[in-house]
Nanobody, 123 residues
Framework: QVQLVESGGGLVQAGGSLRLSCAAS????????ISWFRQAPGKEREFVAG????????PYAGSVKGRFTISRDNAKNTVYLQMNSLKPEDTAIYYC????????????????WGQGTQVTVSS
């Protein structure tokens, strides 16, 4: 199985940028489609962005489309989430998720989760 570790979270002012990383170990990341989810306090976990094994498919949630970009470097076993023009409503814990099958936008389809990284956007 694969282990996922997120990094890159932090505190940023509205309008700023952060880049999250999801590093995989145990198995090659190229075996998995990767999705980012987030969970804000008192809210359900929601899909943010995903990328299939080749990088050819990259769906986004409507709330982040045009501001966030997901990419992957299979040679480095890492997936990235570049977040620009951040808003206070982007504040959440961001989770990296892997699936051995088709790319998923649903929590139920995830096979492995990372521990999450906190992103806080101040107004």
């Amino acid at each position: 199985q694969v282990q996922l570790v997120e990094s890159g979270g932090g505190l940023v002012q509205a309008g700023g940028s952060l880049r999250l990383s999801c590093a995989a170990s145990g198995r090659a990341l190229s075996n998995y489609a990767i999705s980012w989810f987030r969970q804000a306090p008192g809210k359900e976990r929601e899909f943010v962005a995903g990328i299939n094994w080749s990088g050819g498919s990259t769906p986004y949630a409507g709330s982040v489309k045009g501001r966030f970009t997901i990419s992957r470097d299979n040679a480095k076993n890492t997936v990235y989430l570049q977040m620009n023009s951040l808003k206070p409503e982007d504040t959440a814990i961001y989770y990296c998720a892997a699936t051995e099958r088709l790319l998923t936008t649903h929590i139920a389809g995830v096979d492995y989760w990372g521990q999450g990284t906190q992103v806080t956007v101040s107004s």
